[in-house]
């Protein structure tokens, strides 16, 4: 009987290894930090609350940029907990889609261990303005793992294809950046040979 082979690592503890040092390299981030740049011109109109900020700048990332500056008020140090628990969602999400679209176990690891401690994201996870980029990755991320699963009935379809909608939509409404994502799935289709093959 064929069975499939055997992970060099056991993926959750792969993971764990992953969000543990991910925690290390970015726990700086807990700290207090000042008001940063467009921090004074997004931060007074969040405070508001939804109305004065939608008045102004309508649906314009409304699902970012007043989002840590809400979570900060209710809960002290609350928006730096928000950029450190975005990212280590990140770091999760990534990781499998790592494991579903490449075959090397060493190359997934290393992909993923750049992705986890390197400051890519330093301004995105500093700022609170910015943080709007951390917030649109995770959702992005979410709604490219739900594409890349296998459907094989309808009605499976369609709940992943609804699925995908609003994990794009919160992924839109954080920062227009995850406009990326029509990219993909256009070329994710294309690779598959699914545009304009017939039945």
Not at 91 to 107: D, G, H, K, M, N
Request: glycine residues 8%; without cysteine; positive net charge.
């Amino acid at each position: 009987m064929n069975t499939a082979p055997r992970p060099l690592v056991a993926p959750a503890l792969a993971l764990a290894v992953l969000l543990a040092t991910a925690l290390l390299a970015w726990w700086p981030l807990l700290g207090a930090r000042p008001a940063l740049a467009d921090d004074y011109l997004f931060g007074p109109i969040a405070k508001g609350g939804v109305a004065p900020y939608w008045h102004i700048y309508g649906i314009w990332r409304i699902a970012g940029h007043p989002v840590p500056f809400w979570v900060r008020d209710l809960i002290p140090h609350g928006d730096r907990a928000l950029a450190l628990l975005a990212h280590l969602g990140a770091v999760t999400l990534f990781y499998a889609l790592l494991r579903r679209l490449v075959a090397s176990e060493p190359l997934q690891l290393a992909a993923a261990l750049v992705f986890a401690t390197m400051p890519f994201g330093f301004q995105a996870l500093t700022w609170n303005s910015a943080l709007t980029f951390a917030m649109s990755t995770i959702w992005t991320l979410a709604a490219l793992f739900v594409t890349l699963r296998p459907v094989e009935r309808l009605a499976a379809g369609v709940k992943m294809g609804l699925a995908a909608g609003a994990l794009s939509f919160l992924a839109l409404s954080a920062n227009e950046a995850s406009l990326v994502l029509i990219a993909w799935v256009a070329a994710y289709q294309v690779a598959r040979g699914g545009l304009g093959k017939e039945a």
